[in-house]
């Protein structure tokens, strides 16, 4: 599995923060040592249904990609992924991650641009 297929934790962070819940296929999970790692959505959910609470959801590219409105650019310019709206507006965000720049898109045009 590749982890730039997936939001790092942070951001995934920052999207719940911004109030985004995107239907997921794998998530974060926090090991008792403060680790985290992705787990799939089934292995998600106790027995009884209920949610792991350390849970957080990890949008994989596509996941996040279907929620953007048409018209976006994305750039790769060196190691860095740079994303912006084709709108001729500024730069939002660049990221080594290209997951992580679409989510800091999604959160930028959601909050922003009240979308």
């Given at each position: 599995m590749n982890?730039?297929?997936y939001g790092s934790r942070e951001a995934c962070q920052r999207l719940m923060k911004a109030g985004i819940v995107l239907?997921?296929?794998f998530w974060w999970n926090q090991k008792e040592n403060g680790e985290y790692y992705l787990i799939s959505y089934e292995h998600?959910?106790?027995n009884d249904g209920l949610l792991i609470l350390q849970a957080i959801p990890a949008p994989s590219m596509a996941e996040v990609w279907r929620?953007?409105?048409e018209g976006i650019?994305?750039?790769k310019?060196?190691?860095q992924m740079w994303v912006w709206i084709d709108t001729n507006e500024d730069?939002?965000?660049h990221n080594t991650n290209p997951t992580d720049a679409l989510i800091n898109l999604l959160i930028w045009i959601k909050v922003h641009k009240g979308e």
């Open positions: 982890p730039d297929n239907k997921t296929e998600c959910h106790r929620e953007l409105p650019i994305i750039r310019l060196a190691i730069s939002v965000q």
